[in-house]
T-cell receptor, first 116, second 116 residues
């Protein structure tokens, strides 16, 4: 069964500092997609970053970047220059490739606090 | 303009009642989904529809029935509500990928259902 594990239920970072959120996943497939979603207190699920497994280059979006280690099945999220608005639940998700399923399998989330 | 909208945002009801949650997307996407987020924030896929056809039906009680009148709408009807149905229900949509799967899913604001 495909699973996604986020081993840090809670993390804290000082404003303007850098924080890394961990994610590992289990799959027998060679092609798939990985995502990080953010859920602030407003409850809205917001895409942070997306990575295709066939791409060796790590995805980046402004202050957000990933460290994708395919062999280790690891997909960590680095947030640089943390801002108060980054405080939220962060969910790592895996999506198998093929068909039209698009079934996102989520980890249990990491709650990130940002201290001023 | 709201990309993925859900109504209602909050729903409080008694055990045994039947209720519906509506979802609409104006993104022109072919695929729509329903997810359930439990009290521990864990998100799990319930259903996936592609162009009005059911693709995924995870282990969900048959009291839950999705209905897709057209590809812009995916409603969720729940019969005989139980206490354990209390959760936040998210609708999402995505394009159908060229090879299927992996397209970014855009989420609605969620519907918080409380069964008393």
């Amino acid at each position: 069964a495909q699973t996604v594990t986020q081993s840090q239920p809670e993390m804290s970072v000082q404003e303007a500092e850098t924080v890394t959120l961990s994610c590992t996943y289990d799959t027998s497939e060679s092609d798939y997609y990985l995502f990080w979603y953010k859920q602030p207190p407003s409850r809205q699920m917001i895409l942070v970053i997306r990575q295709e497994a066939y791409k060796q280059q790590n995805a980046t979006e402004n202050r957000f970047s990933v460290n994708f280690q395919k062999a280790a099945k690891s997909f960590s999220l680095k947030i640089s220059d943390s801002q108060l608005g980054d405080a939220a639940m962060y969910f790592c998700a895996h999506c198998p490739y093929g068909g039209s399923q698009g079934n996102l399998i989520f980890g249990k989330g990491t709650k990130l606090s940002v201290k001023p | 303009d709201t990309a993925v909208s859900q109504t209602p945002k909050y729903l409080v009801t008694q055990m045994g009642n039947d209720k519906s949650i509506k979802c609409e997307q104006n993104l022109g996407h072919d695929t729509m989904y329903w997810y359930k987020q439990d009290s521990k924030k864990f998100l799990k896929i319930m259903f996936s529809y592609n162009n009005k056809e059911l693709i995924i039906n995870e282990t969900v009680p048959n009291r839950f029935s999705p209905k897709s009148p057209d590809k812009a709408h995916l409603n969720l009807h729940i019969n005989s509500l139980e206490l354990g149905d209390s959760a936040v229900y998210f609708c999402a949509s995505s394009r159908r990928g060229l090879a299927g799967g992996g397209e970014t899913q855009y989420f609605g604001p969620g519907t918080r259902l409380l069964v008393l």
